[in-house]
């Protein structure tokens, strides 16, 4: 993804793309002191804006590190690279790392980068994958305790586990993992949030091991404007058997439709559809 046009913000200047480099020695590649966020660019708006790039300061904060730009700042930027590039349905991937001052475990001595990127992405999945609901394999790698790692960080080094989980999935024919957390309990997908329909009822495990996602509060909103239920609680993996429903939030998700978990089925139902309809009517909404 490094050779093409365009233009990446690279700590404070706009450079061309394919000169938008880190030093081999950062402290972000060896020792996973990277954060990032994803925003979504519907008709050339990015959504909740804000929101993502306060959330890149607290998964800094949560590193122990402090970014040099303010959430006012990180979202005009990310106005800006969406405008200069020309985004009308796409994606910005804002990412901060510890530089290379040093080779050390140690974070302190290093000084902090930012970048920003964004290019033109409709659909993360393929064609037909909204209407027909995609298919997950439970993953034998589990979310983290809390205690074990900086759950509630859109830390880099934590999707070492989703790459793990998801290159098993996609190996076996399947489009995603699905991942317990260290209980056993239900957690997430690799990038997304999950929602079970039970009995007309919304049910989502409580994201105390794993990020508690904008798209899943927006979701969880939506639901209330709707007169839905929506019940926040320890998922146990078993009650998928009694979900008519399944689906999941992200940013580049959106509202996805889950066909499949292994070999038990769900149907692409109404209040997956309902609120699918009523995200896609909020983020393209220009008042
Ligand atoms: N969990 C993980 C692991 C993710 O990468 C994402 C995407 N950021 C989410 C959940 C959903 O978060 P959001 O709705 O804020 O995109």
Redesign the pocket.
């Known amino acids: 993804f490094d050779d093409r046009d365009g233009t990446v913000w690279l700590d404070g200047a706009f450079v061309p793309w394919r000169e938008a480099r880190l030093h081999v020695l950062s402290h972000g590649l060896h020792y996973g002191g990277a954060v990032f966020e994803?925003v979504r660019v519907y008709g050339g708006r990015p959504f909740k804006s804000v929101e993502h790039a306060e959330r890149l300061r607290a998964s800094a904060r949560e590193l122990n590190f402090a970014l040099p730009y303010t959430a006012a700042e990180l979202d005009a930027v990310t106005r800006e690279i969406v405008s200069r590039e020309g985004i009308t349905d796409g994606y910005v991937r804002p990412v901060a790392w510890r530089g290379a001052e040093q080779i050390s475990v140690s974070g302190a001595g290093n000084s902090v980068h930012v970048a920003v990127a964004a290019w033109e992405w409709p659909h993360v999945f393929a064609d037909g994958a909204q209407e027909r609901g995609i298919r997950l394999k439970t993953s034998r790698w589990r979310r983290p305790s809390p205690d074990t790692a900086p759950v509630r960080a859109?830390a880099a080094s934590l999707y070492a586990i989703?790459t793990l989980a998801r290159d098993e999935a996609e190996a076996a024919g399947f489009d995603d993992a699905l991942l317990l957390d260290h209980r056993g309990r239900l957690a997430?997908a690799?990038?997304?949030?999950l929602f079970l329909v039970i009995d007309g009822e919304l049910h989502t495990p409580v994201p105390d091991g794993?990020?508690d996602?904008?798209?899943?509060q927006t979701v969880i909103a939506l639901a209330g404007e709707l007169g839905l239920t929506v019940r926040v609680r320890g998922i146990d993996p078993a009650e998928l058997a009694l979900a008519d429903e399944v689906f999941l939030?992200?940013?580049?998700y959106e509202v996805q439709p889950v066909r499949t978990v292994d070999d038990r089925a769900f149907t692409v139902g109404k209040t997956t559809l309902r609120l699918a309809e009523a995200y896609g009517e909020l983020v393209r909404r220009t008042d």
């Open positions: 994803g859109k989703g997430e690799t990038g997304a949030n794993f990020l996602g904008i798209t899943r939030t992200g940013t580049a």
